[in-house]
């Protein structure tokens, strides 16, 4: 158990429609990341937040958001959701402000389904 | 975009023997992490390597680094079942504002 929390753990929607991913870090940690994996793509890295601020922005699409709020917990916002769009949602957090000082603590994912 | 590529991207081995898995990648890094992710579950961090060191171990892991061909490799020694998993490596720039993962190398370890 990495202590990172994601919900849901499994969605299936329909095109066109929105949906909300949480992610609760790790005690302490301060930045979260989130990521997306999917068989074509492999894992891609949409964003990063540390202590409710955007830190980094990866290949995030215009239909997505994020935010994290002053508890720390970050959500992870999809819109007009399309069939690609179906993928696993990983969410990750660690001590530091980056990549630089090492481990990431991923948690077991949100799996979404667009049909 | 990955940056990194794992070689070779599937490998059969059986308990006992050890297991190695390559990454190269394209630009210059500040670091390289391997992560382990069992399936359908969140990566687990194994080890980090500095772009100022060549080789790191812990436990069964080996991992070196050669900045000049930008490789990377991972050595599995008296492999396991339960080693069993996808492994990725990770690069992070210099800059520290990104962490691009290769495609991973699928192992499997018959008992």
């Known amino acids: 158990d990495s202590g990172v929390t994601q919900t849901p753990k499994h969605l299936i929607t329909a095109t066109g429609q929105r949906v909300t991913l949480r992610c609760s870090p790790r005690?302490?940690?301060?930045?979260v990341y989130w990521y997306q994996q999917s068989l074509d793509q492999g894992l891609q890295f949409l964003i990063q937040?540390?202590?409710?601020?955007?830190?980094a922005k990866g290949n995030i699409l215009e239909r997505f958001s994020a935010q994290q709020f002053p508890d720390l917990h970050s959500e992870l916002n999809l819109s007009s959701l399309e069939l690609g769009d179906s993928a696993l949602y990983f969410c990750?957090?660690?001590?530091?402000?980056?990549?630089?000082?090492?481990?990431?603590?991923f948690g077991e994912g949100s799996r979404l389904t667009v049909l | 975009s990955q940056q990194g590529e794992e070689d070779p991207q599937a490998l059969s081995i059986q308990e006992g023997e050890n297991a190695t898995m390559n990454c190269s990648y394209k630009?210059?890094?500040?670091?390289l992490q391997w992560y382990r992710q069992n399936s359908g579950r969140g990566l687990v961090h194994l080890i980090l390597?500095?772009?100022?060191?060549r080789e790191k171990h812990s436990g069964r892991l080996r991992v070196t680094l050669d900045t000049s061909k930008k490789s990377s490799s991972l050595l599995i020694t008296a492999s396991r079942a339960a080693d069993t998993a996808s492994y990725f490596c990770?690069?992070?720039?210099?800059?520290?504002?990104?962490?691009?993962f290769g495609a991973g190398t699928r192992l499997t370890v018959k008992p």
């Open positions: 990750a957090s660690s001590v530091g402000t980056g990549w630089y000082t090492g481990e990431l603590f």
């Open positions: 005690s302490g940690d301060l930045s």
């Open positions: 937040y540390y202590n409710g601020e955007e830190r």
């Open positions: 630009t210059s890094i500040n670091n």
């Open positions: 390597i500095r772009s100022n060191e």
């Open positions: 990770a690069t992070v720039l210099p800059a520290g504002n990104d962490m691009r």
